[in-house]
């Protein structure tokens, strides 16, 4: 099985930018469709982007595309998240999931692996 940490969060100004890393260890990330959720203080989980296993699809929450972009490094064995523009709504745990099918998906439930997440707090 795959274990992930998350790393690169932490307290930015609104408009502002952070790259959140995901390094997988245990097994490589080209046997896992890869994907970030958030959930915000009170708020359900909520799905932020996605990458397949062969790396040639992403997907987006409709409402963040533009702003997020998913990546992946299979040397480092590592997926990112750049975000851009950052607004005080995007404040959350971030946490990254892998999923054993080819494609990712915005259904939390069908990821089998997380990892503990990493804060991101945005101010006005």
């Known amino acids: 099985q795959v274990q992930l940490v998350e790393s690169g969060g932490g307290l930015v100004q609104a408009g502002g930018s952070l790259r959140l890393s995901c390094l997988a260890s245990?097994?490589?990330?080209?046997?896992?469709?890869m994907g970030w959720f958030r959930q915000a203080p009170g708020k359900e989980r909520e799905f932020v982007a996605a990458?397949?296993?062969?790396?040639?699809?992403?997907r987006y929450a409709d409402s963040l595309k533009g702003r997020f972009t998913i990546s992946r490094d299979t040397a480092k064995n590592t997926v990112y998240l750049q975000m851009n523009s950052l607004k005080p709504e995007d404040t959350a745990v971030y946490s990254c999931?892998?999923?054993?099918?080819?494609?990712?998906?915005?259904?939390?439930?069908?990821?089998?692996?997380w990892g503990q997440g990493t804060q991101v707090t945005v101010s006005s």
């Open positions: 999931a892998a999923r054993d099918g080819p494609y990712g998906t915005n259904y939390a439930a069908a990821y089998r692996y």
């Open positions: 245990g097994r490589t990330i080209s046997n896992y469709a």
């Open positions: 990458i397949s296993r062969s790396g040639g699809d992403t």
